[in-house]
Nanobody
Framework: VQLQASGGGLVKAGGSPRLSCAAS????????ANWYREAPGKQRELVAT???????NYADSVKGRFTISGDNAKNTVFLQMSSLKPEDTAAYYC?????????????WGQGTLVTVSS
């Protein structure tokens, strides 16, 4: 069971990229999903969370600009980003808690770098 994150790159301020995080393996369910980011010289920050029931929460710094969502059929979680600012530049990490019967796994993606140019 592993995660593959994608969708990062160089983006102009105001842009709207979408990050993806695909889980592979015999996954029964995604129990929760989180997106974190880590900017150079700063601590890792939790930016978005989604429960298995679909409820979401966001850091104040991204609220109204980022949206977390999932496609259960594809075992994939997304982070739609919009109105990007240079201060959104960071490595973005997905974190999923998944059930592969009879076990539950806490998985991390490899990180995808988003660089926002002004």
């Amino acid at each position: 069971v592993q995660l593959q994150a994608s969708g990062g790159g160089l983006v102009k301020a105001g842009g709207s990229p979408r990050l993806s995080c695909a889980a592979s393996g015999n996954i029964f369910s995604i129990n929760s999903a989180n997106w974190y980011r880590e900017a150079p010289g700063k601590q890792r920050e939790l930016v978005a969370t989604m429960s298995g029931g679909g409820s979401t929460n966001y850091a104040d710094s991204v609220k109204g600009r980022f949206t977390i969502s999932g496609d259960n059929a594809k075992n994939t979680v997304f982070l739609q980003m919009s109105s990007l600012k240079p201060e959104d530049t960071a490595a973005y990490y997905c974190n999923l808690r998944v059930t592969v019967p009879p076990l539950t796994y806490d998985l991390w993606g490899q990180g995808t770098l988003v660089t926002v140019s002004s």
